[in-house]
């Protein structure tokens, strides 16, 4: 059973930033790859960042790039969003998720809770 628990959300100004971590009770934590998606109300969940298993490749959607980042520490079975220049359209619900496929078309068998960022303008 893959658990994945995300903290790091909360309240933060326009241009501010937040860090998300995604901490994964899965056995050999490398063989997988894992993504953030978000989904702001009224609007469907989307994919915002993914990586590899073995952190090599990154993927970010359009309107996230060059201002989050994610990252792995496979020693801590834990994954990362560094969220910088944070703008009040990034206000979402933030979901974990992995799999065995990377990437924002792969499918996601096992996600997160999630953990509410607000960005207030």
């Known amino acids: 059973q893959v658990q994945l628990v995300e903290s790091g959300g909360g309240l933060v100004p326009a241009g501010g930033s937040l860090r998300l971590s995604c901490a994964a009770s899965i056995r050999i934590f490398s063989t997988f790859a894992m993504a953030w998606f978000r989904q702001a109300p009224g609007r469907e969940r989307e994919f915002v960042a993914g990586i590899t298993g073995g952190g090599s490749t990154t993927y970010y959607s359009d309107s996230v790039k060059g201002r989050f980042a994610i990252s792995r520490d496979n020693a801590k079975n834990t994954a990362f969003l560094q969220m910088n220049s944070l703008k009040p359209e990034d206000t979402a619900v933030y979901y974990c998720?992995?799999?065995?496929?990377?990437?924002?078309?792969?499918?996601?068998?096992?996600w997160g809770q999630g953990t509410q960022v607000t960005v207030d303008s």
């Open positions: 998720a992995a799999g065995l496929l990377p990437g924002p078309r792969a499918t996601y068998s096992n």
